[in-house]
């Protein structure tokens, strides 16, 4: 009896040795396999992957099926890009084919204005100028958007005053403001925030001119700035058409238009720009609004 427990005993424990070992060993593999995996995916995302690199004979079934989803997905990563490389090369061209056109256009209209005086013929030429400008903002909205997303103008933040940016947007916005009579108020701020300077001044600026456009004769456009922990708020407001509520979340969608709004200037570029503007300084945009007593838009700058 002593000698059955004795042999039981051993085998007991020499058969726990190599359970022991074989789940070691398991173990070892599926880090391996799972190390494989990691590396797979580490190279696809650093755009490094190579499918020649792993010999489907030495991999899993997983590891095959991981190896053929990341083949695919570098293949279209890479389709992609050429596509966004060609659709910014279009634009590009377009925009330095009709930058000679549209200048003479434009020229000979302003000569045509001078020079006649019949009425009919006058309103004709001020229609051409007006839709030849309107082809002008088209394209260089156009050109922005493309540069922007294919990040051809990387954006640079850094810490500095807010109030000379939002000052030089108002002053680019002077012009048309003056045409309608509407005053610009910008208050003052000892706020800073970090920034792309260029960039925020054609946020701001956009912002502003949408105000100018939907306000009434005579009113006035106030800019100011709100300061918190981690952003500093600058607001745009004004007194003009508002927006509904059903439409507010829309607004910053790119090329989107409200039915309110279609014999105004514009293709529905600017407020886009805005957010992707302010998204890309880890930043935001807000709007709130009242059908018919107006806006106060909102782009947040992080403070860093």
């Given at each position: 009896?002593?000698?059955?427990?004795?042999?039981?005993?051993?085998?007991?424990?020499?058969?726990?040795?190599?359970?022991?070992?074989?789940?070691?060993?398991?173990?070892v593999r599926k880090a391996a396999k799972l190390n494989r995996l990691e590396t797979m995916l580490e190279e696809a995302l650093n755009g490094t992957f190579q499918e020649s690199d792993?010999?489907?004979?030495?991999?899993?079934?997983?590891?095959?099926?991981?190896?053929?989803?990341?083949?695919?997905?570098?293949?279209?990563?890479?389709?992609?890009?050429?596509?966004?490389?060609?659709?910014?090369?279009?634009?590009?061209?377009?925009?330095?084919?009709?930058?000679?056109?549209?200048?003479?256009?434009?020229?000979?209209?302003?000569?045509?204005?001078?020079?006649?005086?019949?009425?009919?013929?006058?309103?004709?030429?001020?229609?051409?100028?007006?839709?030849?400008e309107k082809l002008h903002f088209l394209i260089q909205s156009l050109v922005k958007t493309s540069r922007l997303e294919s990040e051809q103008f990387v954006l640079q933040p850094k810490?500095?005053?807010?109030?000379?940016?939002?000052?030089?947007?108002?002053?680019?916005?002077?012009?048309?403001?003056?045409?309608?009579?509407?005053?610009?108020?910008?208050?003052?701020?000892?706020?800073?925030?970090?920034?792309?300077?260029?960039?925020?001044?054609?946020?701001?600026?956009?912002?502003?001119?949408?105000?100018?456009?939907?306000?009434?004769?005579?009113?006035?456009?106030?800019?100011?700035?709100?300061?918190?922990?981690?952003?500093?708020?600058?607001?745009?407001?004004?007194?003009?058409?508002?927006?509904?509520?059903?439409?507010?979340?829309?607004?910053?969608?790119?090329?989107?238009?409200?039915?309110?709004?279609?014999?105004?200037?514009?293709?529905?570029?600017?407020?886009?720009?805005?957010?992707?503007?302010?998204?890309?300084?880890?930043?935001?945009?807000?709007?709130?609004?009242?059908?018919?007593?107006?806006?106060?838009?909102?782009?947040?700058?992080?403070?860093?």
């Open positions: 009896m002593g000698k059955d427990t004795y042999r039981q005993c051993m085998e007991r424990v020499m058969f726990g040795k190599d359970e022991g070992q074989r789940n070691i060993k398991q173990r792993y010999d489907e004979s030495r991999l899993s079934r997983l590891e095959v099926k991981w190896k053929r989803f990341l083949t695919s997905s570098v293949s279209s990563k890479r389709r992609l890009q050429e596509e966004q490389d060609r659709v910014k090369m279009l634009v590009s061209d377009i925009s330095h084919q009709t930058k000679t056109p549209l200048a003479n256009i434009l020229l000979y209209t302003q000569l045509l204005q001078e020079k006649e005086t019949d009425p009919e013929l006058l309103s004709i030429a001020e229609n051409i100028r007006e839709q030849s810490k500095q005053p807010i109030l000379p940016c939002l000052q030089t947007a108002a002053a680019g916005a002077e012009e048309g403001a003056a045409k309608k009579q509407i005053k610009i108020l910008v208050e003052t701020t000892a706020a800073e925030g970090c920034f792309d300077r260029k960039w925020t001044e054609e946020a701001i600026g956009n912002l502003l001119d949408n105000s100018i456009k939907y306000s009434p004769v005579g009113s006035q456009v106030e800019v100011s700035v709100k300061d918190y922990e981690m952003f500093a708020a600058v607001c745009v407001k004004d007194t003009g058409i508002g927006i509904k509520e059903e439409e507010q979340a829309q607004v910053f969608n790119r090329f989107y238009r409200s039915s309110e709004v279609a014999e105004e200037k514009g293709v529905g570029i600017g407020l886009y720009l805005v957010r992707e503007i302010a998204r890309r300084q880890n930043g935001y945009v807000k709007v709130k609004s009242e059908y018919g007593k107006g806006s106060a838009f909102f782009f947040y700058i992080y403070k860093g």
